[in-house]
């Protein structure tokens, strides 16, 4: 029952108290639930994404397209296609290994087409797929 509150933390003769503030939501919250678009849905499933193990491949980028802040990468290791995602790409660190980007390097738009190792989570359940950790890009 707690959970259905906001909870504010009361310290009292070295005592914590925890004191309901409001409900998290109303009785409304179904009726939006059910208005939601299938793009809004689908983002809720990636956030539950069960995480594996942590991995590594190289290979080359095939196809970067971003939305927003989200990335998502079709890659290529001469075995077979490998997708990538992520939900901040500002998150993913990018480094050049044998050679020196011009200015600020965009990986949206200048990412396409260069070989990579690429360091991810795998994602239990969908073998060719993983969150994006790391990209560390070879011309």
Not at 21 to 43: F, V
Not at 65 to 74: I, P, S
């Amino acid at each position: 029952m707690l959970k259905n509150f906001r909870l504010q933390s009361v310290a009292l003769a070295g005592y914590l108290l925890l004191l309901p503030l409001a409900p998290l939501w109303s009785a409304a919250a179904p009726a939006q639930t059910a208005s939601k678009s299938k793009e809004q849905i689908l983002e809720h499933k990636r956030d539950k994404r069960v995480r594996g193990q942590r991995d590594l491949v190289d290979g080359q980028i095939k196809d970067v397209t971003c939305k927003g802040r989200t990335l998502d990468m079709t890659f290529d290791d001469s075995r077979e296609i490998l997708h990538f995602h992520t939900d901040n790409y500002f998150k993913v660190e990018f480094s050049a290994i044998n050679f020196t980007p011009r200015g600020t390097m965009n990986p949206c738009k200048q990412a396409k087409g260069m070989y990579a190792r690429v360091y991810f989570y795998d994602i239990k359940g969908q073998p060719r797929e993983g969150d994006l950790i790391s990209v560390e890009l070879r011309k």
